[in-house]
């Protein structure tokens, strides 16, 4: 079975550019989780999609954005980036809520991406 | 309520040592309880789990311990490895709640001294 895959693996962007990363859920899974980790720091959540709705958002600013596709697979937008933005963007995905195959996450390996 | 509180921020013991972090929670909904082992430049990935039905679970050097009646969960790891250095989020499941189904704690960094 595939597991979370996460696109691209690194993204060098330009301070004011736009950065889209990409997340592809384990199969069966319908909800996605994007969150953003400093380096040296913890999981902050940003946004988590089910059934193709937007169901939370983290404290993070509207230029931080998203959208869930058909296949469950999910896109993240942030606009206007700034240089705090450099991170590790970590995707999860899980069964549907209340789902009898548990709620346990499935993490893919990251984007890095660097604001310079 | 929603909040998983982790102990230490950062860990350093010795090889062959016993690391010992710990988790407590406040919403005794919770019902299910995850350890997550991240190596840097990775995702976090399922190290083990256990629900509140059973107070200890064990794989292999990693145990975790939990106490119901306090609200709390450790996570034991055995004979630690300089291969263990990592760092390790518990987490509590929310059922689907604002944040969807899992809270994290802030992170323990562990390094294993050879």
């Known amino acids: 079975e595939a597991g979370v895959t996460q696109s691209p693996t690194h993204l060098i962007k330009t301070r004011g550019q736009q950065a889209t990363l990409r997340c592809s859920p384990i199969?069966?899974?319908?909800?996605v989780y994007w969150y953003q980790q400093a380096l040296g720091l913890g999981l902050q959540f940003l946004l988590w999609?089910?059934?193709?709705?937007?169901?939370n958002r983290g404290n993070f600013p509207p230029r931080f954005s998203g959208r869930q596709f058909p296949n469950y697979s999910s896109e993240l937008n942030v606009n206007a980036l700034e240089l705090e933005d450099s991170a590790l963007y970590l995707c999860?995905?899980?069964?549907?809520?209340?789902?009898?195959?548990?709620?346990?996450?499935?993490f893919g390996s990251g984007t890095r991406l660097t604001v310079v | 309520q929603q909040q998983v509180k982790q102990s230490p921020q950062s860990l350093i013991v010795q090889k062959g040592g016993i690391s010992i972090i710990n988790c407590a929670y406040e919403?005794?909904?919770?019902?299910?309880f995850p350890w997550y082992q991240q190596f840097p430049g990775k995702g976090p990935a399922l190290l083990i789990a256990?629900?509140?039905?059973?107070s200890e679970k064990k794989e292999g050097r990693f145990t975790i311990s939990f106490n119901k009646s306090a609200k709390q969960f450790s996570l034991h790891i055995m004979d630690s490895q300089p291969g263990d250095s990592a760092t390790y989020f518990c987490?509590?499941?929310?059922?689907?709640?604002?944040?969807?189904?899992?809270?994290f704690g802030k992170g323990t960094k562990l390094s294993v001294k050879p």
């Open positions: 999860a995905s899980s069964p549907r809520t209340g789902s009898t195959l548990g709620y346990g996450y499935t």
């Open positions: 199969s069966g899974h319908t909800s």
């Open positions: 999609y089910d059934e193709g709705e937007e169901r």
């Open positions: 919403n005794t909904a919770f019902d299910y």
């Open positions: 256990i629900r509140p039905d059973v």
């Open positions: 987490a509590a499941s929310s059922r689907g709640g604002s944040q969807g189904n899992l809270i």
